[in-house]
């Protein structure tokens, strides 16, 4: 790609826990422990990426048990929210979306609201130090049944609320997501969740149609979600196809995870060309860069080898991100 198409990059999907350096998860885990986490450097890269072959969307999300270890202080989230940042910034990517569950990082005594602040610090100080780059934050409630969660997630919803209420922070904080094991709790299990989410009147996307069918993308529709978190299983159903395109409703898709989480059986068999050709607001996007041992440029290069999209395609699917982008000045 040019420069100047690299600068029109758009990241709306892309986990902050799923994209640390695995050279800072040494440095903290030094600090903090002692001692390493693996023998060297790269059997800790092995810890942070996706097995090969990997069986499941859950043995996926296994690898973040080692990276949220550590990341249950403010100065170590502040440290990898200016990373990756500094990551996007200097790959070209001009607007991202970074998405974290903040109940994740609260083992040590941290509130929802001070891990949210952490992030949003660093994020802010990477944009400082690249001008060229905005940022906004996803706040993300996490499936689950039990009340812990329940209670956990309802926080979440406040925190982001309060922080969209506040005129500096509501500057990055710009929503919601759902995410987590899609194939064990159905998306229709958080309705009273997202609920109250149109309470607060806050913007939200949801993870669904990746572990699941095509019935936890109408869910995720009618639960008000503006996008949808990967959502290849649209492909299975025509009618849904249409709704996608009615509603303009972008697909954060993420090709090389999709692969590795079994949404899709093989490369080949992945849908995204198919539901871009069809009209569906089809965007491109990481998910995780650690963990798939990826970045936007490579998810490109492997949808035009792979798939033959032209730099034309390209480019409107940018447009596709930049037109559901959920910060009002995101763009330009």
């Not at 903290?28 to 499941?56: F, Y």
């Not at 990276?67 to 940042?85: G, I, S």
């Amino acid at each position: 790609m040019t420069e100047k198409e690299k600068a029109d990059m758009i990241e709306l999907h892309v986990h902050l826990d799923g994209s640390l350096r695995p050279e800072t998860i040494w440095e903290l885990a030094m600090i903090r422990d002692g001692k390493a986490p693996a023998a060297d450097l790269e059997g800790l890269v092995t810890l942070m990426q996706a097995p090969v072959p990997c069986s499941s969307l859950s043995e996926y999300l296994s690898r973040f048990a080692l990276p949220l270890n550590y990341l249950q202080t403010d100065v170590a989230l502040e440290r990898v929210a200016f990373e990756l940042t500094e990551d996007l910034a200097r790959e070209g990517v001009e607007y991202a979306e970074i998405r974290f569950a903040p109940q994740l990082s609260t083992e040590l005594g941290l509130s929802q609201m001070e891990v949210t602040e952490a992030v949003a610090a660093g994020v802010k100080r990477g944009m400082a130090a690249y001008p060229g780059i905005k940022a906004g934050l996803l706040l993300c409630c996490m499936r689950g049944s039990d009340e812990g969660t329940a209670r956990n997630n309802m926080e979440t919803l406040k925190t982001a609320a309060d922080c969209v209420k506040d005129g500096e922070k509501g500057r990055i904080v710009c929503g919601v997501d759902l995410a987590g094991a899609e194939e064990v709790y159905d998306t229709g299990l958080f309705r009273n969740l997202f609920a109250e989410a149109d309470r607060y009147g806050l913007k939200r996307t949801i993870h669904a149609g990746e572990a699941a069918g095509p019935d936890s993308m109408w869910k995720a529709l009618e639960m008000g979600a503006l996008r949808i978190g990967h959502g290849i299983a649209a492909i299975q159903d025509q009618s849904l196809i249409k709704e996608l395109v009615t509603r303009r409703t972008a697909l954060e898709v993420c090709v090389t995870s999709n692969v590795q989480t079994k949404g899709v059986r093989s490369l080949k068999e992945h849908p995204i060309k198919k539901l871009y050709d069809a009209g569906v607001h089809v965007t491109l996007n990481t998910d995780n860069r650690t963990v798939s041992g990826t970045t936007l440029l490579k998810e490109i290069d492997l949808v035009k080898n792979a798939f033959g999209f032209t730099d034309e395609d390209i480019k409107r699917m940018e447009g596709y991100a930049a037109e559901a982008a959920f910060l009002d000045t995101a763009i330009g």
